[in-house]
Every structure is written in structure tokens, then in C-alpha cells.
């Protein structure tokens, strides 16, 4: 059974709308993370989140809102999409230094 | 801050031969480093991870990988690859503080062939 789960798997957008990408951990984490993966790039760390709160933000853009309704969710808000906001979008977790990843999410701005 | 360089973005090897991918970090510290693999379409699987003690860490699927604070190199390595571990590979290092994430290199994609 997977046990990051995120949705949806492939995401097409078209220029300046918003989406919601959503992301459930069942290993027991307090610890939840989000990681852009985009072409000729480093995989690339956005935020981190610890106990539903806000623990780092390496996003220079306020279009990238985390969202976290449970212990276990850690959805991502992004509002007026860009074509560059193209990207697989991965969701994390950890309890010790260990980060588990999710199977992401392909987004494509059109 | 830390960063981390692959410095063979593509690496092509015969099934059964042996394996080393190449990583340095740069960080003022004690790191803490992982391997991640990436198999074709999925999300990225944790291989092996390195806390500060043992310098040779084992991980899963034959994999090892070695740390040297002297060279500033976590190289990793298996001794005879497989067929299934076409994929790319990762070099990631942490400050320790998990709050702040892992920074990461961009990868070696292995070939294998038969």
C-alpha cells in the first residue's frame, strides 16, 4: 500500500488559473515537505512543515501556499500558473532524518 | 550554505559490473548524506543515508556508499549491477536539522545493458 499519496498524478493547467495538489502520509510523520522537480534543475526544496506548522520556506513566490488541515496533509495552493511553474511536484515526510517521497505530481502549464 | 555535485551527469554499465557514482558536497559542518534513486516514472526511493559515525553506510539492493570528510565525497557503489537498476541516482546532503530539508545534486542517470 503506498503510504505517501498524492493527486493527482498528471495535472494540466492553463496560464493564470489555480490548482490544489494534494498530499496524505500514513507512516505516522510529524515532519511534511514539499520538493519541485523541473527539467535540467536540482531537485529543489520548498517548504517544510512540522506539526501542521510552517518550519522553512525556500519559495521566493507567495503564488505557493501550504495548506495543512490534518497532521498528515500537506496540500499546495498555486495561484496565476505560469508556463515555468512546470514541474513534478513531490510531497516528503520524515520522523528522523530519513525524507520518504511520495510518486508526485506532474504539472504542465499551458 | 551546502550544495552537492554529481559530476557524471550520465554513466552506462554491463550487467554484472561493478558501480560507483560520484558525489561531493560542500558544506561547513558535520553532514548527514543520502542516495536516492528515481526509477522511470516514480517518486524518489531512499537507498541509504549516512549519520556521522561508520563511514561506510550498507543500503538496500547491494548498495554501499562511503564517506570521506577529507575529500568531501559520499561515492556510492555496488559490486555487480542489474538490469533493474537502470535509473537515476541522487547525492542529497542535510544541515541535520530536518526542518530545513535536503539539498540536492542533479543526478547521474545509469545505463544498463546486457
Known amino acids: 500500500d503506498p503510504k505517501i499519496i498524492q493527486k493527482p498524478k498528471y495535472l494540466v493547467a492553463v496560464t493564470g488559473s489555480e490548482k490544489i495538489l494534494i498530499c496524505e502520509q500514513y507512516?505516522?510523520?510529524?515532519?511534511m515537505y514539499w520538493y519541485r522537480q523541473s527539467a535540467k534543475k536540482p531537485l529543489e526544496f520548498m517548504f517544510s512543515?512540522?506539526?501542521?506548522?510552517?518550519?522553512d520556506n525556500q519559495t521566493a513566490s507567495s503564488r505557493f501556499q501550504p495548506q495543512s488541515s490534518k497532521k498528515n496533509h500537506l496540500d499546495l495552493q498555486i495561484t496565476a500558473l505560469k508556463p515555468d511553474d512546470s514541474a513534478t511536484y513531490f510531497c516528503?515526510?520524515?520522523?528522523?532524518?530519513?525524507?520518504?517521497f511520495g510518486p508526485g505530481t506532474r504539472l504542465l502549464v499551458l | 550554505a551546502q550544495s552537492v555535485t554529481q559530476p557524471d551527469a550520465r554513466v552506462t554499465v554491463s550487467e554484472g559490473a561493478s558501480l560507483q557514482l560520484r558525489c561531493k558536497y560542500s558544506?561547513?559542518?558535520?553532514?548527514?548524506l543520502f542516495w536516492y534513486v528515481q526509477y522511470p516514472r516514480q517518486g524518489l526511493q531512499l537507498l541509504l543515508k549516512?549519520?556521522?559515525?561508520?563511514?561506510v553506510v550498507q543500503g538496500v539492493n547491494g548498495f554501499e556508499a562511503e564517506f570521506s570528510k577529507s575529500n568531501s565525497s559520499f561515492h556510492l557503489r555496488k559490486a555487480s549491477v542489474h538490469w533493474s537498476d537502470w535509473a537515476v541516482y541522487f547525492c542529497?546532503?542535510?544541515?541535520?536539522?530536518?526542518?530545513?530539508?535536503?539539498?540536492f545534486g542533479l543526478g547521474t542517470r545509469v545505463s544498463v545493458f546486457p
Open positions: 558544506y561547513f559542518g558535520t553532514p548527514y
Open positions: 516528503a515526510s520524515s520522523q528522523e532524518r530519513g525524507i520518504y
Open positions: 512543515y512540522s506539526y501542521q506548522k510552517l518550519m
Open positions: 507512516l505516522g510523520h510529524n515532519a
Open positions: 549516512y549519520y556521522p559515525g561508520d563511514p
Open positions: 542529497a546532503v542535510s544541515m541535520g536539522n530536518y526542518a530545513q530539508g535536503l539539498t
